[in-house]
């Protein structure tokens, strides 16, 4: 058995077994690809190095945890998930660098399947209907959620990217890669035409360094 400890909102905290194994993935190029586990009440859906996706329920009340869904769009080893409210509400991520986009109502459907480009999709967020993707090769990818259309193309980092995380009030993303860098970079839609604007401030340690980022529509 496997045991994925997760820490949930009101300070619950649950230890999930199943049969199968989470591992690190394949490609690593010094940067372990893990599983992703990823709370959105009332379920609970982790990864595995099989690429199968479990989706658990949660009681309010309780431990009497069941395993309601299972999801087997993957072929590689999962490595991030991210949810949040909307049309297409959970994203998960392998180490081939494939995207699947499911929206989570009774059961759980699949809108889009967004294809592996030949680097491993190491991190994935959402933010207002926009996946934000980070990759091997440094780059981060936005794509529109309901679609899997491509919206940007950034030259982030030169290195492999560990993380992201964005702040979702504010569209703030950050990004943490193997070259030493940490980048901020804020997240918009144009008012005119809804395409995606990125601006970036890397962050070195020394002076900020504050750019605007071309589109790729």
């Known amino acids: 058995n496997s045991f994925w400890p997760c820490h949930l909102p009101m300070k619950y905290y649950i230890t999930l077994i199943t049969s199968h194994p ?6 690593t190029s010094g940067a372990g690809s893990g599983t992703g586990c990823q709370w959105h009440l009332p379920r609970l859906s982790t990864g595995t190095s099989s690429g199968l996706v479990l989706v658990f329920d949660i009681p309010s009340k309780g431990t009497n945890i069941t395993l309601s869904e299972v999801l087997q769009e993957h072929r590689d080893s999962i490595t991030d998930i991210a949810s949040e409210d909307g049309a297409a509400d959970l ?7 494939a995207l699947c986009v499911w929206r989570s109502k009774d059961e759980f459907s699949l809108l ?5 480009f030949g680097w491993t999709c190491s991190s994935v967020k959402l933010w207002n209907g926009v996946i934000a993707a980070g990759y091997g ?26 993380a992201l995380d964005v702040a979702p ?14 980048q901020i970079w804020k997240l918009s839609r144009s008012p005119d035409t809804g395409d995606i604007e990125v601006r970036g401030q890397c962050c070195d340690g020394h002076t900020p360094l504050q750019r605007t980022m071309g589109l790729m529509v």
């Open 169 to 182: 009030l504010t569209g703030k993303l950050l990004s943490g890669a193997e070259d030493s860098y940490v």
């Open 22 to 27: 989470c591992r690190a993935g394949g490609q």
């Open 137 to 162: 090769n440094g780059q981060i990818r936005l794509y529109e959620a309901t679609s899997g259309a491509l919206r940007a193309t950034v030259s982030a980092h030169a290195r492999w990217i560990y």
């Open 91 to 97: 994203v998960t991520a392998d180490d081939s660098g």
């Open 112 to 116: 889009t399947k967004i294809s592996a």
